[in-house]
């Protein structure tokens, strides 16, 4: 059984070389519908003061699909986008070192998916379908936040060269193969 690891990572004093490249891949493979909104910073869950936020441990990355032409960021159909993005991204959760993904748009609270509830029989065998939809008001943003919080194994933080050949291997290879 997979287990979430996140919270046992430690905090770091920077960012990591691995979640960088994860947001610009990310950009790069939702066809520039996702950006990086932010990834490392040393601060609490906002709304829950004194427990240390996974931004602090580097492992965290916030990624929009909010359209900004002035700006040159995301697409006019960047939520479409995002989630043909998402589901392939999910399909390979393993390979990508996902842990947890938290989607702030769904009515009436977001969703959440995490690594631990894949493979949960009979109730959620496949990763597509370890999404849960809190009941209550959870995620600071949600509803209808323009962005994912996305969380990475700490192996593939620190490692910039295993997120390419990662990222290459779930989007590069051909689709009859």
């Known amino acids: 059984m997979t287990v979430y690891k996140v919270p046992t990572y430690p905090v770091v004093t920077n960012k990591l070389p691995g979640t960088e490249q994860w947001v610009e891949l990310s950009s790069k493979y939702s066809g520039g519908a996702l950006w990086g909104n932010g990834t490392f910073v040393f601060r609490h869950i906002r709304g829950k003061p004194g427990q240390i936020s996974n931004h602090a441990r580097g492992v965290a990355m916030d990624l929009s699909y909010r359209y ?7 697409c006019s159909d ?5 989630v043909t993005f998402l589901q392939k991204a ?3 959760w393993q390979t990508l070192g996902i842990q947890l993904v938290i989607d702030y748009w ?20 496949h990763a597509a379908e370890a999404w849960v939809k809190p009941k209550t008001q959870l995620f600071t943003g949600a509803p209808t936040g323009d962005w994912l919080h996305v ?6 933080a ?14 590069d290879k051909s689709p009859t193969a």
Do not use: H, Y
């Open 78 to 82: 960047g939520r479409t986008k995002t």
């Open 106 to 125: 769904p009515q009436p609270f977001g969703r959440s998916w995490r690594c631990d509830r894949v493979g949960l029989a009979p109730v959620k065998p």
């Open 68 to 74: 900004m032409e002035s700006r040159k960021l995301g």
């Open 90 to 92: 999910l399909d390979n």
């Open 158 to 171: 620190l490692n910039a060269e295993n997120v390419k050949q990662a990222f290459s291997e779930v989007f």
């Open 151 to 156: 969380e990475i194994t700490l192996g593939m």
